[in-house]
């Protein structure tokens, strides 16, 4: 988590920007090779359940985690790898939910995508499209009832996701208080299989904010520049009191809706197309034009996020899981009140 | 000075309000207007920012209470009936029902369903919800049926660290009083035995104590001594006094205000039968609400609903059997 | 149920619009008598349950009831008594629903403003606010499986229920489909007693119309000549094909939200101001300044509404109400699997 | 030639789109990309036109299905999983269940739910949600627990005038295999003994059957003939065939998979007990699920739910009492 400077005219802010793009490229890349490995993990029968990539999306991501400072609120989705990194989160943590350790923050309760430490403001998702936002609202309300001015809360959504009334609710329910929302729309042309075409029918998702009174901008979404551009700038006006925002990125799912799916049906111009760029390359492209990085640098940073990843996957495997005796099956917290008959 | 059932849910609230800072209220109209029942009269005034008008969007109503209650403030949250709590109802079952469990961290969110039939209110202002919130793990579910108790379980709905699903029945609201708000309470999770009697065991809960207790009466001229036990609480159920009751008297007539599949007195009966079979004398009996939406007239809604005499007849049966 | 003519330049349209406005403000005197009688039974202890009325909305819902031809469909709200009487309901319907006769569409299983004949494409409300737009939607979508084409269906909706997540949902369904939905939006200012200030922050309700990619207009309405107008323009376009229409009238609620509410809410300053007129007092002067009618007539209407009510009255309340012992308690239709048990 | 559950449904739908032209699916995904589990693979192509992919909008979903029945259509809805319903439940328990009652119009909607836990999937996609909708006056909840129930059902479904929750298990669409589909079947509301025995009566439905048959050949070998009723709709429930069951066996254990409080299983065992209670030779017992939500983890997952061991562990103990 670092402060994301905008408007990089004078040195420092140039080089505080680089920074934060060094910084967030290093979290795309961990998260890009994190969700490889988990996917190879569920191909060899490892992982139960789902597994979801934010392949494509890891620019957006990690721009929105980034972009956030200790003490805000982040409810990311299932493509949101990268961003739960950047806001915080242990590649060891990923791994124990996905691989489903006692010790992981779900103690194997809850699984993959599903995770979250509430209390740091990382919320965990249900898979409920939309139920999360008014969930922020609810923190940023207390925030403000408790005289702590100055945080935000993002939460990511996609553009099926909008077709939610959960999403319509929470919005405007943002825009009543004048909540320090930012909600980070990526629009990735499909909602599992169905296109956009049959999701919404305005010329432009961020159509939609004028219908709430929010403040919103657009951005390539494979463009880690604007990304962190857009999304730190939204980010600061809501920290300025300027009410919600909204961001919406243009890209495209560079995988199937979870490891299962072999997305046949992503249209091919779309791949071509400029939507369909890596956000990956793209950055690599930008740090090697701006001699940020050599190829050599990205080569050793890759090797690190690998031995990162491996050692901690190496040492969940080793990890118990929950053990049904032992664990308390209680759905409350006040111990005298729970029935617990079966 | 008398104090009525909606009175005392005002009261509660207000008490919540001046004991707690963390505490606040949402929801539709509950703000200056002092909500549709005038269950939150005043409060805005009392207690400025803290009772705040929502928009007409019980999804995000909830879901904004469950977030306050992670950053460890006691939202109370008013549903306008708890027929439209169904628009809320995710929300309610797997954003605020699963936290605890998901995360560790408890989620003290209280839900006022204003519920239960009324004369001329028809199928969406009269729902009994209980059954189904009830159902869902990691919910509380209260049913208080007197002042005094709408009283003291609110104020520990709003105390208590999980989420709570507080069924205020609006027939009770006017119709009940009491002399004043009590001191002292029997916590939630324990069922009272409100009369008692040797013969026969009527478990209820909500308005229908009231309509229990009415049968009582009617059946002691004849020599009937009928033990009426209130719930308080469907969930969890105490099944310890019910139990009791019923190895005292040796049968069981539940009586409830919900749609006969599956509720209250369902579950009671199968806790009774499976637990306590040998305490029974008599096949356990029940008697729920017709098995339709609840009708808007008055003579459909008192056929729909048991009554006083309803129960009367049904634990007539029972006591011949 | 007429067909609406919009640009009256030619002497037959004009003739045309004439007969409109007449019938129309015909439909909203009757209207305000009938409510008016509705109140006053309830003053009367004779109505069990809420009696709400549609008082200074008279204009807007007549509109769209006139605006609508015989196979259209129209799922009015609790402000629609004119637009109801427009679109076909009788006197005696409306009567024998508030009064719980066994006689009406309802037989006494439901009442007041819950009333409709879903065969006839008048849809009875359910008190969930939204939800009947969704069901219009369908309709309109089984027309089109059948090859119906030229229909169109009208949808009420207040500003308190545009924060609905059912709302939002269905007014997107509709675009996606392109289905022939007007969208008549009463901004009363009030949603029970939450003014607009806490239940939306756009600036005009308007602007939600583009984050849908639906056509909108906005109008008055407390006149009754731009609701006839906006109202009508938006069917013709919608039954050209033109895909969701969304009309906006600004208005104020004349009344409480139901009768037991003195409404003391509302801001004096609102009612003093343009949208606080009497529309139809509006509609009045306008029939006497065009000459299209001279108060003795006016007088003559209204005496003749007021008797056409005390008959429809008068008889159903001789009407008996439902009877529980031959009541039916069976809420399916298929016979053998009702369970039926209590 | 053998065919899976799942085919079963996909098959099902096939024939009510060619039957009848009033039929037409909408859901999420079931157009081209054949629906989530495959259970609309390849209609879309055959019935051009009548298999819709719907926004991401169950409350609409319904909704429009509902406005289509109206107009005499016959819509099958896809839930991508049940657990989602909970977004559209308002218009499937105040809309479609309440329509025919209030208007004596019926409402021939149809809404398949993938239900039930499979391994990994944790709290929002292995829910059971039978007994929320089961509640609700004017709907019809059909949870088939073989392949040609899951075939004959749903056509049935299909052709009832009245909206049917159709629970269709998602752990038995690859896991069950029939030779061929029927050509017959019985009807719905009627249960079926698949098993007979003397011992003992095991009333079950869906995927609990299979563990409840298991756990009955467990018991074999003890001498223990155990006959297991498959209740094939939850409502209505038959009775009769139950109590006929609980006749000739004077025992009684019910296993669901739902969470325990105030479902199928009470409801049975409240109407044995009730209206048979002459017939028991012991206390009727449940077993359900454990009152969490369902868990991710493999390990808890399979403690969480009935399992064959389980039930042969309850069965074993109430042929002793
Ligand atoms: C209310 C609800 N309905 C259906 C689903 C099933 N579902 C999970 S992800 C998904 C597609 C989401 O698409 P989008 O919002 O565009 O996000 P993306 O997967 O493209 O990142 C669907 C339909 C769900 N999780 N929640
Ligand atoms: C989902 C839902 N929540 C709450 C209510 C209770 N309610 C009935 S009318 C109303 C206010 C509606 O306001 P608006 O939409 O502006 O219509 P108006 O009454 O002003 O015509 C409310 C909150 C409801 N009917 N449905
Ligand atoms: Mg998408
Ligand atoms: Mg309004």
Redesign the interface.
């Known amino acids: 988590m670092l402060q994301t400077v905008l408007e990089p005219q004078t040195a420092e802010k140039a080089a505080l920007f680089r920074e934060t793009y060094l910084a967030a490229y290093r979290f795309m890349l961990l998260a890009r090779l994190l969700d490889d490995k988990f996917a190879a993990l569920w191909r060899s029968g490892r992982i139960h359940g789902g597994v979801f990539l934010g392949r494509g999306q890891e620019a957006l991501s990690a721009a929105t985690g980034i972009s956030l400072k200790k003490g805000d609120v982040f409810a990311p989705l299932i493509r949101d790898a990268a961003g739960r990194l950047a806001f915080g989160e242990t590649v060891l943590d990923a791994a124990r939910t996905y691989l489903g350790s006692a010790r992981g923050?779900?103690g194997g309760?809850?699984g993959n995508v599903?995770r979250?430490?509430?209390?740091e403001g990382y919320?965990?998702m249900?898979s409920?499209l939309g139920?999360?936002?008014?969930?922020?609202?609810?923190?940023?309300?207390?925030?403000r009832?408790?005289n702590h001015a100055g945080t935000v809360g993002a939460a990511s959504i996609g553009d099926g996701a909008t077709s939610t009334?959960?999403f319509h609710?929470?919005l405007?329910?943002a825009a009543?208080e004048k909540l320090p929302l930012v909600l980070v729309v990526a629009n990735n042309h499909y909602a599992y299989s169905t296109p956009i075409s049959r999701q919404f029918a305005c010329r432009d998702l961020a159509d939609k904010a004028a219908g709430y009174g929010v403040e919103v901008d657009s951005m390539d979404g494979t463009d880690l520049n604007a990304c962190l551009e857009t999304v730190g700038q939204a980010v600061d006006r809501a920290r300025a009191g300027r009410g919600p925002q909204m961001v919406v990125a243009t890209l495209l799912r560079l995988c199937g809706h979870g490891e299962h799916d072999d997305a046949g049906y992503i249209d091919p111009e779309l791949k071509k197309s400029p939507v369909g760029r890596d956000c990956q390359k793209v950055a690599e492209d930008y740090l090697i034009r701006q001699k940020w990085a050599d190829p050599a640098t990205l080569a050793t940073w890759r090797t690190e996020a690998v031995h990162k990843i491996e050692e901690a996957i190496a040492q969940v495997q080793r990890e118990p899981g929950p053990d049904p005796f032992t664990e308390e099956w209680?759905?409350?917290?006040?111990q005298?009140?729970?029935?617990g008959h079966e | 000075m008398s104090i009525t059932y909606l009175e005392a849910i005002r009261e509660a609230q207000a008490q919540a309000l001046r004991d707690d800072p963390r505490v606040?209220i949402y929801g539709?109209?509950v703000?200056?207007?002092g909500g549709?029942h005038k269950a939150t009269k005043n409060l805005a005034k009392e207690f400025p920012g803290?009772v705040l008008?929502?928009?007409?969007?019980?999804?995000?109503?909830?879901?904004?209470?469950?977030?306050?209650?992670?950053?460890?403030?006691r939202?109370i949250v008013e549903m306008q009936?708890a027929?439209?709590s169904?628009?809320g109802?995710?929300?309610i079952?797997?954003?605020a029902?699963?936290?605890?469990?998901?995360?560790?961290?408890?989620c003290p969110v209280t839900v006022r369903l204003p519920f239960g039939g009324t004369?001329?209110?028809?199928?969406?202002?009269s729902q009994c919800m209980e059954?189904?919130y009830?159902?869902?793990?990691?919910?509380?579910v209260m049913t208080p049926a007197t002042v005094e108790d709408a009283y003291s379980m609110l104020l520990e709905a709003v105390a208590?660290?999980?989420p709570v699903i507080f069924c205020e029945h609006k027939f009770l609201y006017y119709h009940l009083k009491a002399e004043k708000l009590p001191s002292e309470a029997l916590p939630?999770?324990k069922a009272r035995i409100v009369r008692e009697g040797r013969d026969m065991t009527i478990v209820t809960y909500s308005a229908m104590l009231h309509e229990a207790l009415e049968a009582a009466n009617e059946l002691t001229p004849e020599g009937w001594e009928v033990e009426v036990v209130d719930l308080r609480s469907v969930?969890?159920?105490d099944t310890d006094t019910v139990m009791a009751s019923v190895a005292r008297t040796g049968r069981l007539l539940c009586v409830g205000e919900?749609?006969?599949?599956?509720?209250?007195?369902?579950?009671i009966?199968?806790r009774v039968?499976?637990?306590g079979?040998?305490l029974?004398d008599?096949?356990?009996?029940?008697?729920?609400?017709?098995?339709?939406?609840v009708?808007?007239?008055?003579?459909?809604w008192?056929?729909?609903r048991p009554t006083a005499r309803a129960i009367t007849a049904a634990a007539r049966k029972l006591l011949r059997l």
Chains 1, 3 share one sequence.
């Open positions: 923050p779900m309760r809850d599903h979250g430490k509430p209390k919320l965990p249900i409920h139920a999360m936002i008014s969930v922020v609202n609810g923190i940023l309300l207390a925030r009832f408790k009334g959960a609710e929470a405007n329910q009543v209680r759905a409350i917290s006040t005298r009140l729970n029935e | 606040f539709q109209d703000g200056p207007f549709a803290r008008d929502s928009p007409i969007s019980e999804d995000a109503i909830v879901g904004l209470a469950v977030g306050a209650a992670i950053e460890g403030m939202p009936f027929d439209f169904t628009v109802f995710n929300q079952v797997n954003q029902a699963t936290l605890f469990w998901r995360t560790n961290v408890p004369s001329g209110s028809g199928p969406f202002h059954t189904v009830a159902h869902y793990p990691g919910l509380i208590i660290d999980d939630v999770g969930k969890p159920i919900a749609w006969p599949w599956g509720g209250v007195t369902a579950e009966i199968a039968s499976s637990e079979y040998g029974l008599a096949p356990p009996q029940r008697l729920n609400a017709k098995d339709t939406p009708p808007y007239h008055p003579n459909l008192a056929a729909h």
